[in-house]
């Protein structure tokens, strides 16, 4: 596809009310200013985003991911404005397409039909109830005259609602001779990226309308505008996992990152998280689990589980308040209120209620490994670094400090004691 992308993200986001930049706020787990990237590269080789305030900030976070992105400065103390945001970018291809970084809800699908239009240039539209904060857009015999910005408007332009959503497609040519001449002479004192529609009309060139869904193309301003998006964008995670064979319970009471994979059959119940970059394959998450990047195949955890980070369970059953991280478990089942962290576990091994590994000796971390057909009783504290070796058996109770071998019985505990009749006598109950 022979377009150039532009996407402006040099603005400062103020209705955000926050540190981080606005377009590295998350949704469903990604940068918004990601999710319109990943728009981009499917259609273009030459992707360019515009930046400025915290530049370096954003610049770093899209090198992490990104490897051909090129990043434009905005010269935005004398050319401030969408208009003074394209000064100065070279172009690859003939045509051009501008977005902005804060609409993460864009569909690569969409962008195609602004390409597609033709035109000398093509721009989005929507029809809206109230189109306060847009410009009106002017359309005369099916093409764009005008585009006149809210703070500019006569009264009767105002009350225009069809509005200008804010992607454009333009022939290069046109850009490289408007984008200079642009001047700052409105309400804003901005350099307006509109006002090439009307310089490209007097020209008589044509601009068309390319009527687009407001909830694809609504932009992110506020933090209610990024909840409003991150539901719309979990309803097609859903739904695109569902149609691919993953059953969900209740699937609006359901979160699921955007890099979350599921292969195979998979059951969902209500409230579960998935976090991060997780695969699930043929598993069943029960009530109100979170898992963090993590596998799971063939087996189910929950209800009301916590698989952290680095986790990769096979085979394996994980109960009710079983807190896991880090840990390879292999055949596994620990079916209530552990917490089994930086250990590997294997095959046929059976980890009783209330074991915990003490990983963590306020300094640094270790690992507990236990071998293939283990017994650990209730109430284990396994003290790491451990290694209990396979067909082995912990008793109840026991404190593991020292490695088990193979066959063996580790017990470790106060002896009991019995006293008689100390009951009444220690509350003063006489027979009287
Ligand atoms: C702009 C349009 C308006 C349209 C609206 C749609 C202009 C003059 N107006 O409004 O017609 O209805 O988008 O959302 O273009 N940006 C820069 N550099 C700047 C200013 C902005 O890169 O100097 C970026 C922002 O980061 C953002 C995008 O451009 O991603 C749009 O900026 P914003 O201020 O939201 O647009 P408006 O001027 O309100
Ligand atoms: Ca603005």
Redesign the pocket.
Known sequence: MSVSIVI????K?TRMKSKTPKVLHTISGKPMLFHALDAAVKISDDVTV?L?HQFDRVKEAIESEYKKIKIHR?D?ENY??????LRGIDYRHDRVLIL???MPLVTTSSLLRLVDAGGDIAMSVIDVEDPS???RVVIEKGEVKE?V?EKDCSPEQRLIQT????VYCVKRELLERYIPALSNDNAQQ?Y???DIVKMAVEEGRHVKPVFVEEEEFK?V?SRVDLAHAEEIMQRRIRRYWMLEGVTMRLPETIYIDCRAEFLGECELESGVQIHGRCRIENAHIKAHSVIEDSVIRDGDVGPMARIRPGSNLSHTHIGNFVEVKKSILKGVKAGHLSYLGDSEIDEGTNIGAGTITCNYDGKAKYKTIIGKNVFIGSDTQLVAPVTVEDESIIAAGSTVTRDVPSGALAISRTPLKIVEGFYRKFFNKGRA
Do not use: C, K, S
């Open positions: 402006l993200a040099a603005g986001g515009v400025h905005q935005a401030p404005g969408t208009g003074g945001a902005n970084g804060d904060g847009y410009g585009i910005e509005v200008n959503a804010g901005e307006y990226l509109t932009g301003n």
